[in-house]
């Protein structure tokens, strides 16, 4: 690929039909409008992250097409603004859920940048321009230096990319809430984000708890990291012998039906926190008040993470040798890609490799 960045056509995979959420299309798109403080980036990789489906399946709110998604993004810069620092054409850099903020509310002056509240999102938003935002499913894209990640050399593009949203989701609120020696962690929901919170986890020497339905996914939960798998059902017998045991849970699940919420409160230790990082489709279960009056426990969500996060995740992913577990498959079977992660077919995360160039 050229360092010339006339020779790296803006065009992906797009969904053009909502009601044909699995169909993509080949688009050419305009990206952002190149600023001083910009990197443009050449893409290589890119994870499929639940969000991508949430998106694309509506189940978020509509859409409004063509739209390109992914934001598990890895690729070398090809061109580099004159003020930014750091990053030269020819390093190998990534993109996650985040492309742009203010840069100057209290937020995004003090590593919170993620929840600035005129954040934008990698794709289905738009920049203040008006130019709309398009994701990894392409063959390149733009964004500010400020979310814009160097990759280390140690670290294999196929296994960074979904670090990058899936990772971070988990690594943030492990960081935020005391995950370290001495700490009992569960982890609910073994999937995409939830196999990452086993592996930073226990990088960070906590006792892990992974919490699944699937008896099937026990051997390769053990093989993560986790001390202990239990095993769920829906009346929250399982949580009866853990009753104010755990520290902190991570809940990664994306199904709001049925969820135990209460069970799931009850194993915390006093002023204990249950953090979801899962966005279903549809609003969790009522939760009675006096669930949260026996520990003081805390129930409460986290979005993404902070540059300052990511750099730090990479590095404990290089200091631990940590690897995802994942799956590649060439962009060009994005559909294939979201229609078994739809299906929950997948060990444990998609990365799509770029075809388009």
């Keep these: 690929m050229s360092p010339n960045n006339n020779q790296v056509p803006f065009k992906g995979y797009a969904v053009t039909n909502p009601k044909a959420w699995s169909d993509f299309d080949v688009i050419t798109?305009?990206?952002?409008?190149?600023?001083?403080?910009?990197?443009?980036?050449?893409?290589t990789h890119c994870g499929?992250?639940?969000s991508d489906l949430h998106t694309i399946t509506s189940g978020w709110g509509d859409i409004e097409p063509p739209l390109i998604v992914g934001h598990e993004i890895i690729g070398k810069a090809t061109r580099v603004g004159k003020a930014v620092e750091g990053i030269k054409v020819g390093d190998r850099v990534g993109v996650g859920a985040q492309i742009g903020s203010c840069m100057d509310c209290e937020a995004c002056k003090t590593n919170n940048e993620q929840y600035c509240p005129k954040g934008i999102d990698?794709?289905?938003?738009?920049?203040?321009?008006?130019?709309?935002?398009?994701?990894?499913?392409?063959?390149a894209i733009r964004a500010d230096e400020r979310f814009v990640f160097p990759i280390p050399e140690a670290i294999e593009s196929k296994y960074a990319a979904s670090m990058l949203c899936a990772g971070l989701t988990v690594y943030s609120p492990l960081i935020r809430n005391g995950c370290g020696a001495g700490k009992k962690v569960g982890i609910v929901g073994i999937g995409g984000l939830g196999h990452y919170a086993i592996l930073f986890a226990k990088a960070l020497a906590a006792e892990v708890y992974a919490f699944t339905h699937s008896d099937n996914k026990s051997d390769e939960i053990k093989k993560m990291g986790a001390d202990h798998v239990v095993l769920t059902d829906k009346d929250g017998e399982f949580a009866k012998p853990l009753v104010q045991k755990l520290h902190l849970i991570i809940s990664t699940r994306d199904v709001a039906e049925d969820f135990p919420i209460v069970p799931y409160l009850s194993m915390l230790w006093v002023q204990g926190r249950l953090i979801q990082v899962g966005l279903p489709d549809h609003p969790f279960p009522p939760i009675p008040g006096f669930a949260f009056t026996s520990n003081g426990s805390l129930f409460g969500g986290s979005k993404?993470?902070?540059k300052k996060e990511v750099l730090d995740m990479l590095k404990l992913a290089v200091d631990k040798s940590i690897?995802?577990?994942?799956?590649?498959?060439?962009?060009?079977?994005?559909?294939?890609a979201v229609e078994r992660l739809k299906k929950n077919d997948v060990r444990y995360r998609f990365v799509l490799t770029q075809d388009l160039l």
């Design 323 to 336: 690897k995802p577990w994942i799956e590649e498959l060439p962009m060009s079977k994005a559909r294939e």
């Design 304 to 306: 993404i993470g902070s």
């Design 122 to 139: 990698t794709y289905n938003a738009e920049y203040p321009d008006g130019v709309k935002t398009m994701g990894g499913y392409s063959t």
């Design 29 to 43: 798109f305009k990206p952002k409008n190149f600023e001083d403080t910009d990197v443009e980036i050449a893409i």
């Design 48 to 50: 499929v992250c639940g």
